[in-house]
């Protein structure tokens, strides 16, 4: 009985170091068979740091792929963004130990997304004759824009990451600029798939 808790201890160890989830995060690294690469993920979430910029949040995901002939790391973004914003400008830069790094955006698009929510109100009035009950359904729409885009993750600015105790994006909505710091154990998690 003692070998198998240490056998089922172990396994669940191992399965954690392949691929773990932290809240609204993810790790991986697998060998992937198909592209004869190593490829290395981590997504979570963050919100902005200005609190009215009409952006709620964003999905950020790091990839690395790394084979004997190339090592590419590219930053796919999917920004969330109430439906009166303006779209994204076609800057973009990243700060990492004070430096500022103009990056490229590609594969730029935006959905509309739609939810609609709806709430049942009943009401029963009694009296001395009868007894009446009506009921109200009030629907409410939420529109909303998601950005979808991919940054390339230049040498320089992947130096500067291995060694910065902050890293910060900035991007502008219109007359509204909208900055991602990632720091913590975020940026530990980053670190890990740029120095593997």
Same mark, same amino acid.
């Given at each position: 009985?003692?070998? *198998?808790?240490?056998?089922?201890?172990?396994?669940?160890? =191992?399965?954690?170091?392949?691929?773990?989830?932290?809240?609204?995060?993810?790790?991986?690294?697998?060998?992937?068979?198909?592209?004869?690469?190593?490829?290395?993920?981590? @997504?979570?979430?963050?919100?902005?740091?200005?609190? #009215?910029? %009409?952006?709620?949040?964003?999905?950020?995901?790091? *990839? #690395?792929?790394?084979?004997?002939?190339?090592?590419?790391?590219?930053?796919?973004?999917?920004?969330?963004?109430?439906?009166? +914003?303006?779209?994204?400008?076609? !800057?973009?830069?990243?700060?990492? !130990?004070?430096?500022?790094?103009?990056?490229?955006?590609?594969?730029?698009?935006? %959905?509309?997304?739609?939810?609609?929510?709806?709430?049942? @109100?009943?009401?029963?009035?009694?009296? +001395? @004759?009868?007894?009446?009950?009506?009921?109200?359904?009030?629907?409410?729409?939420?529109?909303?824009?998601?950005?979808?885009?991919? =940054?390339?993750?230049?040498?320089? *600015?992947?130096?500067?990451?291995? !060694?910065?105790?902050? *890293?910060?994006?900035?991007?502008?909505?219109?007359?509204?600029?909208?900055?991602?710091?990632?720091?913590?154990?975020?940026?530990?998690?980053?670190? #890990?798939?740029?120095?593997?």
């Amino acid at each position: 009985m003692r070998k *198998l808790i240490i056998f089922g201890i172990i396994g669940f160890t =191992i399965g954690l170091s392949n691929c773990s989830f932290i809240g609204n995060s993810s790790y991986k690294s697998y060998n992937d068979e198909y592209k004869k690469v190593i490829r290395s993920s981590y @997504t979570f979430e963050i919100k902005p740091v200005e609190r #009215r910029c %009409d952006v709620e949040n964003a999905e950020i995901t790091i *990839l #690395r792929e790394k084979s004997e002939s190339y090592d590419r790391v590219n930053m796919y973004w999917v920004v969330k963004r109430n439906s009166s +914003s303006f779209p994204r400008d076609t !800057n973009a830069y990243a700060k990492s !130990n004070f430096q500022i790094f103009p990056l490229q955006v590609k594969s730029n698009t935006t %959905d509309t997304r739609k939810k609609s929510d709806a709430t049942y @109100t009943t009401t029963t009035t009694v009296d +001395s @004759t009868k007894h009446i009950t009506t009921q109200n359904v009030s629907y409410e729409d939420k529109i909303w824009y998601e950005d979808k885009f991919i =940054i390339p993750i230049q040498p320089e *600015l992947i130096c500067s990451i291995k !060694n910065t105790g902050d *890293l910060s994006f900035r991007f502008y909505y219109g007359a509204k600029e909208v900055t991602f710091v990632i720091r913590g154990e975020k940026l530990a998690r980053t670190k #890990r798939i740029l120095l593997q």
